[in-house]
């Protein structure tokens, strides 16, 4: 168990809707980074919050947006969904920001865009 | 823009066999990190790399950071059943501490 949580495991939905991911942190950790997997893909980086703000950015289209609360747990909303971006979504924390601490991995969010 | 290059893409081995994997990029990295994902499940890190020519051991699993800091390789001895899985490499590049990752390599053993 890493210790990082992220709810729901599975949804589906259709066209055009809107999702919230939800992921909480390892206990002490600040940073949170969003990951999205397509099938037979790599993980592509999305977004990375350090202690609720932003501070990377990576491939994430404009119909996706993210934060951190300060409680620390972090939402990625996806709009405007297409088939496309059914995939795999991992959140990652880790302790620090630009002294790299290794990123522990939760299971997942399995988007189904129907 | 920036790439990790991580071969083989798939590997078919025997039970018990030594198994070699690698990373390479034009960029430079201050760490690297091996990680591996069982279906269904989050990637979980193997080893993490800090400084160029590190050489670290978990288990039956050895990982070196390359001197030219471009480079990583991952070993694993005498393979074992439950080593299948898809290994990745992910790199913190020096220019501007992004955190990357290989495409994995998927490993398969023969019954």
């Known amino acids: 168990d890493s210790g990082v949580t992220q709810t729901p495991k599975h949804l589906i939905t259709a066209t055009g809707q809107r999702v919230t991911l939800r992921c909480s942190p390892r206990?002490?950790?600040?940073?949170v980074y969003w990951y999205q997997q397509s099938l037979d893909q790599g993980l592509q980086f999305l977004i990375q919050y350090y202690n609720g703000e932003e501070r990377a950015k990576g491939n994430i289209l404009e119909r996706f947006s993210a934060q951190q609360f300060p409680d620390l747990h972090s939402e990625l909303n996806l709009s405007s969904l297409e088939l496309g971006d059914s995939a795999l979504y991992f959140c990652a924390s880790s302790a620090k920001d630009r002294v790299v601490a290794p990123l522990h991995f939760g299971n997942g969010t399995r988007l189904t865009v129907t | 823009g920036q790439q990790l290059n991580q071969s083989p893409q798939s590997m078919f081995i025997q039970e018990g066999e030594d198994v070699s994997m690698n990373c390479t990029s034009s960029?430079?990295?201050?760490?690297w990190l091996w990680y591996k994902q069982d279906p269904g499940e989050g990637p979980v890190l193997l080893i993490a790399?800090?400084?160029?020519?590190e050489l670290t051991s978990n288990g039956r699993l050895t990982a070196q950071f390359g001197i030219t800091r471009k480079d990583s390789f991952l070993n694993i001895s005498a393979s074992i059943p439950s080593d299948v899985g898809i290994y990745f490499c992910?790199?913190?590049?020096?220019?501007?501490?992004?955190?990357?990752f290989g495409k994995g390599t998927r490993l398969h053993i023969l019954p």
């Open positions: 992910a790199g913190q590049l020096r220019r501007d501490d992004k955190i990357i």
């Open positions: 960029s430079i990295f201050n760490t």
């Open positions: 790399l800090y400084k160029a020519g």
């Open positions: 206990s002490g950790d600040l940073s």
